[in-house]
């Protein structure tokens, strides 16, 4: 059973930056994702990572303020996120999953993923 932990969360001001760490127990997951439970929201996908060759996925929202990047040397996937909104208040979560069939059209949806982080709270003061 495979663990993720989440850290570099807090409190920033509007238009600042801030990047996002999770941190995996093993090798092996296929697929990774960032997700973001805002208050009162369902938790929707920003961006993930396959193993498989394509380029990382992003939400269309969030494209061109964020990227992710996998670290295999010390097993982490981070998440940059610039030009910080207050919108972008809520809790960030990492997921992992090992059978990644069709994750192109499945990358964003929470439930393709097993494994999940406890997530991180990022506050975005005006």
């Known amino acids: 059973q495979i663990g993720l932990v989440e850290s570099g969360g807090g409190s920033v001001q509007a238009g600042g930056s801030l990047t996002l760490s999770c941190k995996f127990s093993q090798f092996g997951p296929n697929c990774m994702a960032w997700f973001r439970q805002a208050p009162g929201q369902e938790r929707a996908g920003l961006a993930a990572?396959?193993?498989?060759?394509?380029?990382?996925y992003y939400s269309d929202s969030m494209k061109g303020r964020i990227s992710i990047a996998r670290y295999t040397s010390n097993l982490t996937l981070d998440l940059r996120i610039n030009n910080l909104r207050h919108e972008d208040t809520g809790v960030y979560y990492c997921?992992?999953?090992?059978?990644?069939?069709?994750?192109?059209?499945?990358?964003?949806?929470?439930?393709?993923?097993?494994?999940w982080g406890r997530g991180t709270q990022v506050t975005v003061n005006q």
């Open positions: 990572f396959y193993t498989g060759g394509d380029p990382p």
């Open positions: 997921a992992a999953e090992y059978r990644c069939a069709n994750i192109r059209a499945r990358w964003s949806d929470p439930q393709t993923y097993t494994f």
